[in-house]
């Protein structure tokens, strides 16, 4: 009786796990043999417009191992030194490393192994069995520091990264990334160029040995994507900023595509990629010349007098000057109702001179009298318009571009806690005072001013892989259209549009254009405006001399130019940091620029003695 | 009785019923044991000279008259004494415990044979002083209990210690005790139970007996065989995963998976319908285990039977109950079905004395 009775206490557990308890036990029984491995998708490629490849995957060798597989990982470690110059710091990152495995599952120990280290590594590879050598994809920059400030880079994904992924859900396309756009076109098209992860569904054993692959789905790679740079023209540009800290942009007013963006100095971005030795890092930091800054988007500069032709188009539109009004300079302008004068970049004055001379002599009192009578309200409306004050929009994250300041009333009272004065008009109407603005930002108020009105998002990407392969067709379907911005500009009279370009062409080839020099001889027509920016506030008798003054507070040169002026191709914002004279020192980097992109010639002389001898002119 | 087909089993000494179920328990324990094992074509080699050996020792267990093993009772338990202190001091370790004395041939776990040498000795010597046995006799019987216990206990192997005080225990039981005699043992048990756990237990047995109540209190430790054993027994379900298709055992989840926990292994291939139908052979077996010793002649034989076979449905008991969760992991093989020589070979010399004394009734009535 007790034998049966207890023969019945084993039935009924038996019944309660095998048929009470069956599903809870199944699955816990799944989840020790099944395993999913996941597996990165391959990064979409970046190439510029003529699909030179900017950003591409290098294979690379990395040495992994399993810790568990060995009993004496510090002997081995010694026996590994000899052969794959394996370093303390190695062992340290892989210590670290290490928490983040399971066990039984392979950790980087070395990475991007030599052939030499392959080689000696593959002879003896049957003392470490624990060990192996595997390939991994590593993003690779073949122009370098040249396209650093566009490109961005992609690097180690840290904890903030991983916060920013679980807030939008993406946790699970990552689990098998290491890197992560950080900067640039890298960071901006993420989403486009990472692809998405695939997965091994397999068995293992207790041991974490893999038995057989029960599912697989194949990753899907990141897509590929062209950007409208002109990979010659930015390499072009970059070798006549050599040695300058300046920056251009490049843009095609037609559609708002950036051609080329250069800030330099620049840095290797391909030394990011799988992170940066602290003293590299800190060299580049202390590096006066500041390689890390991206003048072209973060660059605040007065926009000086590179912003007369848009002034005269507001004061137009406003009806404060007329195409005919006429103003006297005598050299200077004085505040009505007090004693203060503002004075005109050349001492002795234009004498009468109406918009048309205004820009093309780029007359001082003229844009202080028009400035006096808009009033900061007024400027600052207009210029919003064009786009001053505000981030430009292009396809780079937003916080690495900033909206310099196009000033007003609130933001003086906000930015300053002061109320603003009559006086902090007048310098606007010069592009001076508390105005600043990025290259980025000139060349896209240009870029309307051409299009009389008419705005564009500057951007980058010129078409995906996926634009090609949907509509079928080998040319990708490219619509300018949607890169339209909405803009009251467009209202403005074309007379108005056409006084300013007029204007703008004979800053370049009118008989007292302020570049008139640096044109001379050029084989097509061209518009433009020079910009000098001070740095250096002069006190009331003191003239300005280039040669006595430290080269940090020398002026800003800039310029702005298009061309061909009819049918323009091209439309440029230049600042070069304390470069001197903008008609001269902006003009000539200019001439050079549209001479190679009009012509093919990039052989153009400019006597030097021009670009000396002006000085302050502007 | 005269039935010349009759005599054949007759003249053998088997009983051909009990001898039926044990073919087919020992042909249940190679069918498993090729999927326990890994398909290790070695191992079922081994397996298959156990059982042939196993079966020559029964019938030549059963060729000896019951009064013959009265007889030499007290050598064999003194031999086992003796065989026991020198493992205790030479014997082989393995998993932290010495039970095992190698003869260079073969390697044997002497506590085995304690399992037969106990319950012949403690019948020899209940059965002498007649039935029920006096105070005096029955604490003496406890003496004869108790050494060769410890001495097991001490190497360590608590498993065959419980399954050696059992042995003994349940032929002074069967040979009629004061029920007075119950219930004092039952206090001093309860007095020795501490003692054991403080002084006697190692920690891995205390772990054990810890992890029991509650195995996810160490997952990756102890409580791993029972979680594990109880993952493979639970997603059988109730008609199993199919033979070698068990996921538990063919990826080594399961601990010991061919010995101790070959149990867990059929529930996970077979299902539920698998463990029914092991049970209900092993219920079979104890039942005509349990005739065998009703229908012997003398109190020895009566009271040895039936300590055997009660022992053995002990031994099924402890397994079962310990594979699926609701007895601590002591490390008893699941009898004929284990692989392990030493266990067969003592089983089956066990089931060959039963035979004997079933099959020497009649001659034994003859002679009267």
């Known amino acids: 009786m007790v034998i049966i009775l207890l023969i019945f206490v084993l039935l009924a557990n038996l019944a309660d796990l095998q048929i009470s308890n069956f599903s809870y036990y199944s699955t816990k029984s799944n989840n020790n043999r099944i395993e999913i491995i996941p597996i990165p998708p391959s990064r979409g490629m970046i190439y510029d417009r003529n699909g030179t490849p900017l950003a591409i995957n290098n294979i690379t060798y990395q040495l992994n191992i399993v810790p568990d597989k060995t009993k004496n990982l510090n002997e081995q470690f010694e026996q590994l030194k000899k052969i794959v110059d394996l370093t303390d710091e190695d062992i340290e990152n892989f210590q670290k490393e290490r928490r983040n495995y399971r066990a039984h599952r392979p950790v980087p120990l070395k990475e991007n192994l030599t052939e030499k280290q392959i080689a000696r590594f593959i002879v003896d590879q049957h003392r470490f069995p624990f060990a192996s050598i595997v390939k991994i994809q590593h993003r690779y920059y073949p122009y370098g520091a040249s396209l650093t400030h566009i490109l961005g880079y992609i690097s180690k994904i840290n904890t903030q990264d991983k916060q920013r992924l679980e807030e939008e859900n993406k946790t699970s396309d990552y689990v098998a990334t290491f890197n992560i756009g950080k900067m640039g076109i890298e960071r901006y098209y993420e989403d486009v160029l990472h692809g998405t992860a695939g997965n091994e569904k397999v068995e293992v054993n207790s041991r974490g040995r893999i038995v057989r692959l029960l599912e697989q789905h194949p990753p899907q790679a990141g897509e590929d994507i062209y950007l409208s740079i002109n990979l010659k023209l930015q390499l072009y540009i970059e070798s006549l900023l050599a040695g300058r800290k300046a920056s251009v942009v490049a843009i095609d007013p037609n559609n708002g595509e950036v051609l080329a963006m250069v800030s330099n100095p620049s840095y290797d971005s391909n030394d990011f990629v799988g992170g940066i030795s602290s003293k590299k890092y800190s060299e580049l930091l202390d590096d006066p010349s500041k390689p890390l800054f991206n003048r072209a988007l973060l660059g605040a500069y007065p926009p000086a007098s590179t912003v007369k032709p848009f002034i005269s188009i507001a004061a137009l539109s406003e009806g404060v000057v007329s195409p005919k009004s006429v103003v006297n300079d005598p050299g200077w302008w004085q505040l009505p109702g007090t004693e203060r004068r503002y004075r005109d970049w050349l001492k002795w004055g234009h004498g009468h001179v109406d918009v048309l001379r205004a820009i093309e002599e780029s007359v001082d009192t003229y844009f202080y009298q028009v400035a006096y009578d808009m009033g900061i309200d007024r400027l ?215 001479d190679y992109y009009l012509e093919g010639d990039n052989s153009t002389e400019l006597d030097d003695a021009s670009s000396s001898t002006t000085g302050h002119e502007d | 009785m005269n039935n010349i087909k009759k005599s054949f089993w007759q003249k053998i000494h088997i009983d051909p019923l009990f001898c039926l179920f044990i073919t087919l328990l020992l042909g249940y324990s190679l069918y498993i044991l090729w999927s326990a094992s890994g398909q290790d074509i070695d191992m079922m080699q081994k397996r298959v000279i156990q059982i042939l050996l196993g079966f020559f020792v029964m019938i030549v267990f059963a060729q000896f008259s019951p009064r013959s093993y009265e007889q030499w009772a007290p050598y064999l338990y003194i031999i086992c004494i003796i065989i026991l202190v020198l493992v205790d001091i030479f014997g082989y370790t393995s998993k932290g415990a010495q039970r095992w004395l190698d003869l260079g041939v073969i390697r044997f776990q002497p506590s085995e044979i304690a399992k037969i040498a106990v319950p012949l000795m403690v019948a020899k010597f209940i059965h002498r002083d007649g039935c029920p046995p006096p105070l005096k006799t029955t604490l003496q019987t406890l003496a004869i209990i108790g050494v060769p216990t410890l001495l097991v206990a001490m190497q360590p192997d608590l498993g065959t210690a419980i399954l050696i005080v059992m042995s003994g225990i349940f032929i002074i039981f069967l040979a009629g005790i004061n029920w007075r005699f119950i219930l004092v043992a039952l206090i001093l048990m309860a007095i020795f139970l501490p003692i054991m756990w403080f002084y006697l237990m190692h920690d891995y047995q205390r772990e054990r007996v810890l992890t029991l109540f509650n195995p996810e209190r160490d997952p990756n430790g102890t409580g791993y065989h029972i979680i594990q054993s109880k993952t493979a027994i639970g997603s059988g379900g109730i008609w199993g995963k199919g033979w070698l298709e068990g996921t538990q055992s063919q990826l080594e989840f399961l601990p010991e998976r061919h010995t101790d926990f070959i149990f867990s292994v059929i529930a996970e291939e077979f299902g539920f319908i698998g463990s029914i139908v092991l049970l209900i052979l092993f219920l079979c077996l104890i039942i005509r285990g349990l005739i065998i010793a009703a229908q012997a002649q003398t109190t020895f034989g009566r009271i040895l039977s039936g300590g055997l076979i009660l022992v053995f449905f002990v031994y099924v008991f402890i397994n079962i109950g310990m594979v699926s969760g609701i007895l601590p992991v002591v490390g008893v093989p699941l009898p004929l079905i284990s692989y392990g020589g030493s266990s067969l070979v003592v089983l089956m010399a066990s089931f060959g004395i039963m035979m004997s004394i079933h099959t020497h009734r009649y001659m034994l009535s003859k002679n009267i």
């Open chain 1, 380 to 594: 600052n409306l207009w210029m919003t318009k064009f786009g001053y004050g505000e981030r430009t929009g292009i396809d780079i994250s937003a916080n690495e571009e900033t909206r310099a300041v196009m000033p007003s009333r609130e933001w003086k009272l906000k930015r300053h806690k002061k109320s603003w004065l009559q006086g902090d008009t007048i310098p606007v109407g010069i592009g001076q005072g508390y105005w600043t603005a990025t290259p980025m930002q000139m060349a896209k108020a240009l870029t309307t001013l051409i299009n009389n009105g008419k705005t564009f998002t500057p951007h980058f990407l010129l078409y995906k892989k996926s634009d090609i392969i949907n509509t079928n067709q080998s040319q990708p379907i490219i619509n300018p259209e949607k890169y339209v911005e909405p803009n009251s500009l467009v209202d403005v009279n074309p007379t108005y549009w056409a006084l300013a370009k007029e204007g703008m062409h004979r800053v370049m080839f009118g008989a007292r254009g302020t570049a008139r020099k640096v044109y001379a001889g050029a084989k097509y027509q061209a518009a433009g405006k020079s910009g000098t920016a001070q740095v250096y506030g002069l006190k009331e008798n003191e003239t300005y001399n280039a040669h006595k003054i430290p080269e940090h507070l020398r002026d800003h040169a800039l310029f702005i130019a298009y061309a061909p002026y009819d049918k323009p191709k091209i439309a440029l914002a230049i600042v070069i940091e304390n470069g001197g004279g903008g008609s001269s020192n902006g003009g000539a980097v200019a001439r050079k620029i549209l």
